[in-house]
């Protein structure tokens, strides 16, 4: 079994403000910590169920350099760095069994959510099939042409929300539920850790992966305010959408 663990920072237990998650603020490097145990704790999960899966973890956050290189568990393989093809998906392909996106944020305009924004500032919308989607609905949308079954989403209730809409088997891990954009009542980033662990051990069971739909699409919209969002229609190209 081959599965890939996608890593934001945004919808990790404990996250609510820039300061925890931008790589010139004060607390990014208890943030780049608190992420790498998260990333554990799933690759842990993943492989109580499946000992011998191959896992790789894709960095997903900014620059693409934020987990721990030398902290995080040595079974799995991490990608790193950018640029790279698929961006946050960095690592899938149609052999790919599986696919966990990790400490996910929820789209803007989604509702109250915890650090909620577009794939980048110079992004105004990103729609699929005619609907409004964020990180969540296109990197489900990508495992879906691909044919590959999304199985576990963490984040806040919103962004677990946001996921359950497009893949409503899946399981989800809602690790902290929102007051606002910087405001959240959390678990304790251990709780956290050990629930994410129980989740990603029942979302491989082989039996689970055989039976979770895949999401599919046809069409990508993509409006923008500057060439910078030029990687995302790169993206909708490369696997397969028409932008």
Avoid: W
């Avoid at 009542?185 to 491989?204: C, G, K, M, N």
């Avoid at 999401?215 to 696997?239: D, F, G, N, P, Q």
């Amino acid at each position: 079994m081959k599965v890939l663990i996608s890593v934001d920072l945004e919808g990790g237990a404990g996250f609510v403000h820039p300061t925890e998650t931008n790589p010139d603020r004060y607390d990014y490097e208890r943030g780049r910590a608190l992420m790498t145990a998260e990333a554990n704790a799933v690759i842990a999960g993943v492989l109580d169920a499946e000992p011998d899966a191959v896992v790789r973890v894709a960095d997903a956050h900014g620059t693409f350099r934020n987990l721990l290189p030398e902290d995080l568990d040595r079974r799995a393989h991490l990608v790193r760095g950018t640029p790279r093809p698929l961006g946050m998906l960095a690592g899938l392909d149609g052999h790919t069994d599986a696919l966990l996106p990790v400490g996910y944020h929820a789209r803007a305009g989604a509702g109250p959510a915890v650090l909620a924004h577009p794939m980048s500032d110079a992004i105004l919308d990103v729609r699929v099939a005619g609907r409004s989607v964020g990180e969540i609905g296109l990197n489900v949308a990508t495992a879906g042409h691909l044919d590959v079954p999304v199985v576990l989403l963490s984040g806040d209730d919103t962004a677990c929300a946001e996921f359950s809409e497009l893949v409503p088997s899946a399981v989800t891990d809602a690790v902290k539920q929102t007051l606002g954009q910087a405001a959240a009542v959390t678990l304790h980033p251990q709780e956290a850790r050990e629930r994410l662990r129980h989740a990603a051990a029942d979302a491989i069971a082989p039996d689970e992966v055989r039976y979770r739909p895949a999401a599919r699409t046809l069409v990508a919209e993509i409006a923008h305010s500057c060439r910078a969002a030029a990687s995302v229609a790169r993206l909708a190209t490369l696997v397969g959408l028409s932008r």
